[in-house]
């Protein structure tokens, strides 16, 4: 298969979602990317045991995208051949009580993953700019100073939101957190063929919710909210990649390739050398092994 360039993928100037496109199968079939991927997934798991080693960096995977996109999937099958210690999942739903009596990032912070190992944020910080500003009155329940209706949430409000974005991330980057932030970008179409599978499936009904049909209704204000937030927040240290979804084999693909890709990057993730007293005894601590 021909090699994945991720740069293709990287937003680095203004990107207009309505001209990129959301299928892609590389001219493979589903075998044949199921096999691509089983070899870049255990050499990602081969990078985190030496990253765990290594113990500077933390990788924080991000991952948005519209209902049936297929981030749950793509969790799984990307990551399926890491160590499990080595990958933490966090699903980010609507804040509980307590996180709605903190600041919006404060679930998120918590969070983060440790150094020397991933995590995944399955929806993300970003729903603070995408989910809220489709529905300004959800602000309200954060209970923040000088907001007392909807008609004080002005432009200047979402600048802001915008600015402490960046400079959580820039934070984070700067303190050995490397960043992905992935769109699964998906066609309105694919949208309602994976809904009406979902009614049309048993073993997959519970995943349908009549809350799904209104959001759908609003697909043009969350494709603006999302075009706008990805290009005022996709940075050097924190970029955005969109990702075609309407082929789930091909999405999973190119997001474990581009992983792979961008943290070959870090050549100085190596494992440690033993101290020099342990190198020294090597020959006699297996002597002390083999004569038990």
Not at 113 to 137: A, D, I, M
Request: glycine fraction near 4%; aromatic fraction near 12%; charge should be neutral.
């Amino acid at each position: 298969m021909k090699k994945i360039d991720s740069n293709s993928y990287k937003v680095e100037k203004a990107a207009k979602l309505n001209t990129i496109p959301t299928f892609e199968d590389f001219g493979k079939s589903d075998k044949k990317l199921k096999k691509y991927l089983e070899k870049i997934r255990i050499e990602l798991g081969e990078f985190q045991d030496v990253m765990y080693a290594h113990d500077k960096y933390s990788v924080l995977i991000c991952l948005q995208g519209m209902d049936t996109a297929g981030k749950d999937s793509l969790i799984r099958e990307v990551f399926k051949d890491f160590n499990v210690r080595g990958v933490q999942v966090h699903s980010f739903k609507v804040p509980t009580e307590l996180e709605r009596s903190h600041d919006y990032l404060w679930r998120h912070y918590i969070a983060l993953p440790q150094k020397g190992k991933f995590g995944v944020f399955n929806r993300t910080h970003y729903e603070n700019v995408l989910v809220t500003r489709v529905h300004p009155s959800y602000i309200l329940g954060e209970h923040i100073p000088g907001i007392h209706s909807v008609e004080d949430i002005d432009e200047k409000f979402w600048e802001d939101r915008f600015r402490q974005i960046n400079d959580f991330e820039l934070h984070l980057a700067q303190n050995g957190t490397i960043i992905f932030k992935f769109f699964l970008h998906l066609s309105k179409e694919e949208q309602r063929q994976r809904l009406l599978r979902r009614l049309e499936k048993k073993d997959k009904n519970w995943k349908f919710s009549a809350g799904d049909l209104k959001e759908r209704a609003l697909w043009d204000s969350y494709q603006e909210c999302y075009e706008e937030a990805i290009n005022k927040t996709s940075k050097t240290h924190a970029p955005w990649f969109v990702i075609p979804a309407d082929n789930k084999e091909a999405a999973r693909v190119i997001v474990a390739e581009i992983l792979l890709q961008e943290l070959a990057k870090y050549t100085d993730v190596v494992e440690p050398e033993l101290d020099e007293k342990t190198k020294a005894n090597i020959e006699e601590y297996k002597k002390q092994l083999e004569s038990e």
